[in-house]
């Protein structure tokens, strides 16, 4: 395994050439879902614990071809960065712990802590040095909106900012839309916002999975603020959670949506919690209804099969900057609620010591690597969890991989 990793990098520092750095993550990739797989099954398996070995000597393996790479290349900092490190084209911005429901699978702990303007400026400051030229500020909680005097307050620096480094910036809202307001969503019209609208479908639904600690029916009013998007021409698009005990009405959820004047749809499976055979069967079943029900309907769009999908989802651990200044993995927020004290872990700097956020970048290996560090050695479930996680989202990816063929193959015979 050593020799096969060493030729790689060799090879890479004589003739640099990405795709060789993407087939050594694959590779990566597999030994990892090979240990974990024998850990599932013998958690003192000898042969995991090598491997294990192993693949900690050679998890910053970009760092090591950095270091190696600058001594045959001094004074080409800028450049090898450029050409080893995947840069990040967004940033999150949790502005708040704070939020109105308490969702079922929602795993972002709940409490009153806010991002204050020097930690969120800095956090602009640090999406730019980005070696991407199109980036996305996403705004998300807890609940963004209950600092939308914070969230303006982004916009406008990030505006100025982004002018002095060339740089295109879009921004990303993701909201249950209790506090939206016709005023805020023409302020979003001007700024160049796409609004992740999050509900679940119907009434019953709705109140199931996103619950009001006080028991409150805000069904009717958040109805009636997506009124506010439905007239505006800014784009777009509900977000929905199913667990495999609800999952069973996806479809029907999808089409009380469409009813209610959404155009453009997500579904998402809930993570951190074991899907087992009998419900992923479930998940795919319902998902072809929905696709089938698309095609019949092109004015409707099932976000799934865009590009802005990647799965597995549990390992799209992007950057995300927390009220406390802290950079995390995605992963640490939003599985916070399961293992608090093991956040810090997901930790990758400081918003006052970060720099350059290309070398925070990460990978499908390192995310897996994390949480398998992290969260698979706390507990033996979460072991199982992640992998089954990981093993949902592979398959669920080949059926809208699929299923996008199936519909360009439709589309050229029509």
């Not at 980036?135 to 807890?142: E, H, I, R």
Request: hydrophobic share 35%; with cysteine; charged share 30%.
């Amino acid at each position: 395994m050593e020799k096969a990793v060493e030729f790689i990098i060799n090879s890479y520092l004589s003739s640099p050439y990405k795709r060789k750095l993407d087939y050594l993550d694959n590779f990566l990739f597999s030994l990892l879902f090979r240990k974990e797989n024998l850990l599932l099954r013998n958690p003192g398996s000898k042969s995991a614990k090598e491997i294990e070995g192993f693949l900690g000597k050679y998890y910053d393996y970009r760092d090591m071809i950095y270091k190696r790479m600058i001594k045959l290349n001094p004074g080409r900092e800028n450049k090898l960065i450029e050409d080893i490190y995947l840069p990040p084209d967004r940033l999150v911005f949790l502005l708040t712990h704070n939020c109105q429901l308490r969702c079922k699978y929602c795993r972002v702990r709940k409490f009153t802590a806010s991002m204050d303007r020097d930690i969120l400026f800095k956090g602009i400051d640090l999406l730019l040095t980005s070696n991407v030229d199109e980036l996305q500020v996403q705004f998300f909680g807890g609940e963004p909106l209950l600092k939308y005097s914070l969230l303006k307050k982004a916009v406008e620096y990030t505006n100025k900012a982004r002018l002095n480094n060339k740089k295109s910036v879009s921004f990303l809202l993701t909201s249950n839309g209790i506090e939206l307001t016709k005023e805020k969503v023409d302020f979003f019209r001007k700024h160049n916002f796409t609004v992740e609208f999050s509900i679940d479908g119907e009434i019953k639904n709705q109140l199931s999975s996103r619950k009001s600690p006080n028991g409150i029916n805000y069904y009717a009013k958040m109805l009636s603020n997506f009124n506010y998007l439905k007239k505006s021409r800014l784009p777009y698009y509900s977000i929905s959670v199913f667990m495999p005990e609800n999952v069973s009405n996806m479809f029907e959820s999808f089409l009380s949506l469409v009813n209610s004047g959404f155009e453009r749809l997500q579904i998402n499976y809930a993570l951190g919690v074991f899907w087992d055979k009998k419900a992923s069967h479930m998940l795919f079943n319902q998902t072809r209804k929905v696709i089938d029900f698309v095609r019949k309907n092109k004015n409707i769009e099932f976000i799934n099969l865009s590009s802005m999908r990647k799965e597995p989802v549990v390992l799209n651990a992007e950057l995300t900057l927390d009220c406390d200044g802290g950079i995390y993995l995605e992963s640490g927020i939003c599985l916070e609620e399961d293992f608090a004290a093991m956040k810090d872990k997901f930790k990758v700097s400081s918003i006052k010591t970060a720099k350059n956020i290309n070398l925070l970048s990460t990978s499908d290996f390192r995310n897996f690597y994390n949480l398998s560090r992290v969260y698979g050695r706390v507990s033996p479930l979460f072991r199982k969890i992640i992998v089954n996680n990981i093993k949902l989202g592979s398959e669920y990816g080949k059926l809208l991989e699929y299923e996008q063929g199936r519909g360009s193959r439709s589309e050229k015979e029509d």
